[in-house]
């Protein structure tokens, strides 16, 4: 990889954090070689629960590619997607959270949730898609 393509993601991946604006949220970018093919996971860590969840998967060339098209999908997400409250809690613990997700439709919001982990795991105790406002 050259040094401006690292440059580049570097650049990218910056303005996809920024323009994000999740506070203090981690963002991971997870980078998965698929063949002729890049798969790029962003990932949202809550500071409060320690958890990961998906944000949004991009498929593309390479990591510029895909990152691009993340950051393209970032722009707009907000008029194209619903968002859904989620309260669910680990299997072993008591502790009920609450976390939120922007998806296209239930199943999507609840496949963000179980991102990275055993859906067993998982008790989710309600799904709502919140009001358009």
Not at 37 to 56: A, C, E, K, Y
Not at 81 to 89: L, P, R, S
């Amino acid at each position: 990889m050259s040094d401006q393509e690292t440059l580049e993601i570097a650049k990218l991946q910056g303005e996809i954090e920024s323009y994000l604006n999740l506070g203090s949220t981690s963002i991971i970018f997870d980078y998965q070689d698929k063949g002729k093919q890049m798969r790029l996971d962003v990932i949202t860590v809550n500071p409060r629960h320690d958890q990961s969840f998906l944000f949004q998967s991009s498929l593309g060339y390479d990591k510029v590619d895909v990152l691009k098209k993340m950051f393209d999908y970032v722009k707009t997400y907000k008029e194209k997607e619903n968002t859904y409250t989620i309260q669910w809690a680990m299997r072993e613990k008591e502790e009920l959270h609450t976390s939120y997700f922007r998806a296209k439709d239930i199943p999507e919001a609840i496949d963000k949730l179980h991102y990275g982990r055993d859906p067993n795991g998982i008790v989710i105790f309600s799904v709502v898609m919140n009001p358009i406002s």
